[in-house]
């Protein structure tokens, strides 16, 4: 079992920063991959960002330059650097971990969510 907490979220202005933190704990050695998803209202959710045990970074094409993941080496912690919000930018942010567990090789585990609000 991993467990997350999301903190971070609020209003902020067209062009401003937020950095939005994730906290995690449990099985932790486990884990494949952490990153952030997020989901504006009618729309799918969406991979916004994330790293895999293996090394590698991925961000969604329209936050490339703007938003960097980061995390502390224990892997305890993952962080969102969100500059130069967009109003398209809003949205629920979720932080994600993918781990085994008994019913699935990459398990989905989520936070309950930070909600993220650029206003124009």
């Known amino acids: 079992q991993v467990q997350l907490v999301e903190s971070g979220g609020g209003l902020v202005q067209s062009g401003g920063s937020l950095r939005l933190s994730c906290a995690a704990s449990g099985r932790l050695f486990s884990v494949i991959s952490m990153g952030w998803y997020r989901q504006a209202p009618g729309k799918e959710r969406e991979l916004v960002a994330m790293f895999t045990r293996g090394g590698s970074t991925n961000y969604e094409d329209s936050v490339k330059g703007r938003f960097t993941i980061s995390r502390d080496n224990a892997w305890n912690t993952v962080y969102l650097q969100m500059n130069s919000l967009k109003p398209e930018d809003t949205a629920v942010y979720y932080c994600?971990?993918?781990?085994?567990?008994?019913?699935?090789?990459?398990?989905?585990?989520w936070g309950q969510g930070t909600q993220v609000t650029v206003s124009s």
């Open positions: 994600n971990a993918k781990a085994p567990n008994s019913w699935s090789p990459t398990y989905d585990y």
